[in-house]
């Protein structure tokens, strides 16, 4: 029997969930309800997929798709490139506020998947990239150097690959590009170079114990994030 696509197995895992910063996007989640939610490695070895962080709405995401919803103009008929994109909650919200085109880009094939359907869910469209932007001094096409604004969010944590993000990101800030950094606190964001331009308290749903086999993977600190959204500088 041949192994069910990425977007069928998406929907077996998974649930349709509200993220509680955005009650006006849904998304495919995991829930305590879904499979998902309760798989340990060697159920996600046997489907095939990486640890599914794209399943998640995190702090992050959720602070970056609030900021663009509630400031349209950031976005309005500008081509988006979307780093680290997940399941594509911070680019369902710029294609919703008018954004020309979106790209969303992330290294996790499943992730690109769950973003194209919960962009039909949402009623909008984007596209996905695959590629690892961090691997090259040279963005490719569909990368930094064709988006004239960039959204990073939950992509900073380990240093030596937030470094190299965020060396692109300032490469494409000083060739004209906005840059937009939603930052969670988790300890390799901007120290400078940045302007913040404000800070969204954001309610989690993941949390120690909470989460069944998935806890090393998903849990959050506490009921809710301070999360800030800072413009990288151009100079």
Known sequence: MPAPDLKTLIRAQTALITPPLTPELRMRGATPETPLWRAGDAELAALALDPPFWAFPWAGGQAMARFILDAPERVEGASILVVAAGAGLEAIAAARAGARRVV???????????????????????????????LSAAA??????????????????????????????????REGATVL??????????????????????????????????????????????????????A
Not at 108 to 134: H, M
């Open 140 to 173: 490719p096409p569909d990368g930094m150097g064709s988006a004239d604004v960039i959204l990073v969010a939950d992509a900073l944590y380990d240093s030596a690959p937030s470094a190299a993000l965020l060396r692109l990101a300032e490469r494409a800030a």
């Open 181 to 234: 950094i939603a930052d969670a606190g988790r300890g390799a964001g901007p120290l400078d170079g940045v302007t913040e331009l404000t800070r969204l308290r954001v309610p989690t749903t993941l949390f120690p114990g909470a989460a069944g086999a998935m806890d090393a993977l998903t849990w959050e600190d506490g009921p809710s994030r301070d999360v800030a959204i800072y413009e990288m500088d151009r």
């Open 104 to 134: 969303a880009n992330d290294v996790d094939p499943a992730a690109c998947a769950a973003a194209e359907i919960n962009a039909e869910i949402n009623g909008v469209r984007l596209e996905t990239d695959p590629a690892d932007l961090t």
